[in-house]
């Protein structure tokens, strides 16, 4: 076979996988759901994040860039992961348990994504967990999703990304002086973000004076996000229950799914093109390819 013969194959298997998964969400929509029996479930997570895919420039046409005035060169594709913990190690750090990951992503809208992630998490017994957990970083559309579709999930916004915005308020105060990043990060990170003393950590940015408006404005943007996300970063307190704080599941579902496979040199997708290859890879990394092969045969 030749490589164009493999590409074809692949995003023709991809997108019927694709046309299968918008039936079972459709009929979910327009039906309940039915209650499915079986063991409760300690504790299950449902992580979101997206990451950008280089499309085609028809793709793209009349979205704007990143850079102000510059088109867009890419699409996003959003990414849902669901997966269990029953257990935690002798330091009260959470395990999640083997095998236990399934992954859905796609080049949608957030209001398309939710109820395809929902199902997912809903197959996975979501109604059957005794604790549901919701993480994701800032973005307002995950908690959107969150608040639409996993209402009374415990929220936590991944304390990686929340370290980060501090760290670049640091770099904006002291462009180029690293120890003095180091000794303003030893106070906000140390002693009030990872303490979870949110309240606190916005009241010092919020004191912040500059004789510079641009970044008066950038520090008071950081203190809005960290005071519109306060009840998820209640840290100490996520600990304590020993469940994850981290998105360490869905980054690198984002480098495995779809960074390895739709990002490489020289690859400009179609929308369409590249969400009958993720849903293949989704279905693959799902352990369900040979079980879309028995329900084809069947039909």
């Not at 997108?15 to 039936?23: K, L, N, P």
């Not at 105060?173 to 303003?184: D, F, M, N, V």
């Not at 009030?192 to 004789?211: K, N, P, T, Y």
């Amino acid at each position: 076979m030749t490589a164009k013969a493999v590409e074809r194959t692949a995003k023709a298997i991809g997108a019927d996988i694709g046309a299968g998964e918008q039936q079972e969400i459709q009929r979910a929509l327009q039906l309940n759901l039915p209650i499915v029996v079986g063991q409760p479930i300690p504790i299950l997570y449902v992580e979101m994040d997206g990451t950008g895919v280089p499309v085609v420039k028809a793709e793209t046409e009349g979205r704007a860039g990143k850079v102000k005035g510059e088109p867009a060169h890419t699409r996003e594709a959003k990414i849902g992961s669901v997966f269990t913990q029953t257990t935690w190690d002798g330091e009260g750090y959470a395990i999640r348990d083997p095998d236990s990951t399934t992954y859905v992503a796609a080049i949608e809208s957030a209001g398309d994504f939710g109820p395809r992630l929902y199902l997912e998490a809903w197959n996975r017994g979501w109604e059957r967990a005794e604790r549901k957990v919701v993480i994701g970083d800032g973005a307002e559309w995950i908690w959107n999703i969150a608040a639409d579709h996993f209402p009374g999930a415990i929220q936590i916004v991944d304390i990686f990304h929340a370290r980060q915005h501090l760290w670049d308020v640091a770099r904006k105060l002291y462009p180029g002086q690293e120890a003095e990043q180091k000794r303003w990060m030893a106070i906000h990170q140390d002693e009030l973000l990872d303490q979870g003393r949110i309240e606190e950590l916005v009241a010092a940015l919020r004191a912040i004076d500059s004789i510079h408006p641009e970044l008066l404005e950038k520090i008071r943007t950081e203190a809005d996000y960290f005071d519109n996300n306060r009840e998820r970063m209640r840290y100490p307190n996520f600990r304590a229950q020993h469940l994850f704080i981290g998105s360490g599941v869905i980054e690198a579902g984002c480098k495995t799914i779809i960074g390895s496979r739709c990002k490489q040199s020289g690859m400009f997708w179609t929308v369409r093109g590249a969400n009958a290859i993720l849903a293949l890879r989704c279905c693959h990394f799902n352990g369900r390819f040979e079980d879309y092969w028995e329900s084809r045969r069947a039909a």
